[in-house]
Structures are given as structure tokens and as C-alpha cells.
């Protein structure tokens, strides 16, 4: 019944067109049409990887509108979340409606509904590919969990919030460290199509970087630490120095984790994953709203591994996310950003303060 009622609610948002789809895309999707569909890829029209623009491809072959064949894409990879939720859940409790219940929320929160079905954004793809590697990593199967890695960053920059968690992993030799070779190895495997297309490689393997330059501003919209700065001058000294911070802080946990020589247990390789997710976008500049995404996801499921402490988390994640999305679905900000920014430093802070105590917990200890 949930679950039909949340394919109901995605398909009623189907019609609405966001501001995004019809100035990204959209334009993406007619410049392939008209350009001979998977032979347009020889050419440099649009700032997402390639991934993304086979799939684009693929519908300009069949006999569905462009709109709807978008999100139809995206909810399906509602489904493959949802999925690898239930999995990782089902690892704490293997029997039961708890995984289950785990899946449903993720699939109905606000922020997963409306990216795909009512803003026709992608962000979903990656987050799937991202908590699969989570689940395959502490499955111990760790280069299934790096095809997966490679499988995310192919589609999005963003999952590299989870890469100090890969960091650690190898660190305390839970994935050999050749896998980090098949992190972009996985990325240029995907490159390949296009470039027997005729792109340029150049152009391909500065997808990234071309993004990462492309915004100038400390935030845009997002519920994070440059809420709380009103700068007018020095922007970019600014700017240099919350990617130095964030960089620090982020080694910081990392190499204090591998210090105390944490025994990596399941609840805890999520608790860290779900802490990377809050923290690099919270304190990292140029951060779109929707780069919680992850933080969104993995705040249930981090809620379902420590339920007596953790169970906030999730609720003030939600609110800040969803809200600081609010102007670009709706046309105005329902409340303060720098309100919401306060409920995102709360959910880190319950994060970072139960990670603490994990790591200094004995493994006898009930969780």
C-alpha cells in the first residue's frame, strides 16, 4: 500500500516542469536528438559526465516524452536505493519489518521524492551506485564496493563525501589500496562510448573540474556553514580557506579513527560514512542545496544502527535539505537559511558526538 502510494505521488509530479530541466536537460536532450542521438557525443554541449547523456541518448530512441522518460529514470533509481537501503539495513536487523520500514522511508522522504520525480534531477544515480559501495565494503567485498565508487563519481562529483570513508577503509586495510586504482579506472571505462564517438578527451576528463570552477559564491542555498558569513570582500581568499579546513578537518577524523585502531564493525562503517556525508558539504564552499543528498539517505539508515541516540538526525537533516530546496521548486524560501543551517549543525554534532563515543566503546558494549 506504501509503496504503490508512493509511485502514485511521484507519477502525479510527473507533468511539472522545473526551471532546471528546461535550461539543462532539456536543451541536452533536443541537442542530441538533433545531432544524430549517441553521435552528438562527440560534441561539448552540456557540464554533466557522459553517463548521464547515454541515458539521455537511449530515450531519444524511444517513443516517450522527454519529461517523463527523465524522471522515469530517476525513479528507478528510487527502486535500486530503496534496495541497497533494505540491504544494509537487513545487515543490523536480518529479521523482521525493520529493513523494509528503513526502504519506505527513504523512498517517501520529501527531498528523494521530489529530486527525481518533480525536479527531474539525477542525484539519485549516484547516491545508489554510493550506498552500494557502502554495502559491498562492509560485506567485504571491497572491489565490488570500488566498481560501485567508480559507478557514482562516473555519474556526480558529489560522492566524494564518502571518499575519506574509502580513505579509511584502505588505511585499516579493509580494502587493498590497488582499489583505488578502480575508483576513476570504472570512470574511464565509461568514457570509453563517447570517445569512440569522437569526443574529445581532453574535454572528458575535465568535466570535473570544470564544474568545481564554475561557481564563485560560498554557498548557493545550502544549509551549511556559510550561512552564518556575510562577505563582501575577499570572497575568494574566503573560499580558498573553507577547502583548506574542510580538507584538514576531514583528515583530522580520518586519521584519528585509524589512530585509535577502530575495529571496523558494520554500525560503525555506516555511522562514519553518514558522518562524511553531514560534515565535507556542511563546511565545504560552493555547495548547492542539493548536495545533502547523500546526508539525506544515509541519516535513516545511521537512525536505524543507533535508534536510542540518533533517531533527530534524520528529522533535522529532512528540514534543512528539503527546505533549502524550497526557492527552486516553489519560487520562495519557506524559512531562514541560517535556521536551517543551526538543524544541519545539530544533526552533525549528534553524529560526530555518537561517533566518539563509538570509537571508544568496547565492541562489548550494546550500541
Request: charged content about 10%; proline content about 7%.
Amino acid at each position: 500500500m506504501i509503496v504503490s502510494l508512493s509511485l502514485a505521488v511521484r507519477l502525479v509530479l510527473f507533468p511539472f516542469e522545473s526551471l532546471d530541466y528546461r535550461a539543462f536537460v532539456a536543451q541536452w536532450y533536443e541537442f542530441i536528438s538533433a545531432n544524430g542521438g549517441f553521435s552528438a557525443l562527440r560534441y561539448q554541449f552540456a557540464d554533466y559526465n557522459v553517463p548521464y547523456l547515454y541515458l539521455l541518448a537511449i530515450l531519444t530512441y524511444l517513443p516517450v516524452p522527454a519529461l517523463a522518460g527523465v524522471k522515469v529514470i530517476s525513479v528507478l533509481f528510487d527502486v535500486v536505493l530503496a534496495l541497497y537501503v533494505y540491504k544494509l539495513v537487513a545487515l543490523k536487523y536480518p529479521r523482521g519489518w525493520w529493513p523494509f520500514i528503513a526502504a519506505v522511508t527513504v523512498s517517501v522522504l520529501p527531498t528523494v521524492v521530489t529530486n527525481g520525480a518533480l525536479w527531474a534531477q539525477c542525484d539519485v544515480i549516484y547516491a545508489a551506485f554510493g550506498l552500494g559501495g557502502v554495502y559491498y565494503a562492509v560485506r567485504s567485498r571491497p572491489w565490488l564496493a570500488c566498481v560501485f565508487l567508480g559507478l557514482a563519481l562516473a555519474f556526480k562529483l558529489q560522492v566524494v563525501f564518502l571518499f575519506p570513508l574509502l580513505l579509511v577503509l584502505v588505511l585499516l586495510r579493509k580494502v587493498p589500496w590497488p582499489g583505488l586504482l578502480v575508483v576513476p579506472g570504472v570512470v574511464l571505462l565509461l568514457d570509453g562510448p563517447a570517445l569512440l564517438a569522437g569526443a574529445n578527451p581532453g574535454q572528458l576528463l575535465s568535466v570535473y573540474t570544470a564544474q568545481a570552477g564554475a561557481y564563485t559564491e560560498l554557498t548557493l542555498n545550502a544549509p551549511n556553514a556559510y550561512q552564518f558569513l556575510e562577505v563582501t570582500k575577499g570572497a575568494d581568499l574566503v573560499r580558498t580557506a573553507g577547502v583548506l579546513f574542510t580538507g584538514l578537518l576531514t583528515l583530522v577524523v580520518v586519521f584519528g579513527v585509524v589512530a585509535a585502531r577502530v575495529r571496523l564493525t558494520v554500525p560503525r562503517v555506516v555511522l562514519l560514512a553518514a558522518l562524511f556525508a553531514i560534515l565535507v558539504p556542511f563546511f565545504l564552499p560552493a555547495m548547492h542545496e542539493r548536495y545533502f543528498y547523500l546526508a539525506d539517505v544515509l541519516s535513516v539508515v545511521v537512525a536505524f544502527y543507533f535508534p536510542r541516540r540518533l533517531w533527530p538526525v534524520p528529522l533535522l537533516v529532512q528540514f534543512a535539505s528539503f527546505l533549502s530546496c524550497t526557492p527552486f521548486l516553489f519560487g520562495k524560501a519557506g524559512v531562514d537559511l541560517r535556521w536551517l543551517a543551526v538543524a544541519m549543525l545539530a544533526a552533525l554534532v549528534l553524529v560526530a558526538r555518537e561517533t566518539l563515543l563509538e570509537i571508544r566503546r568496547p565492541l562489548a558494549a550494546p550500541v
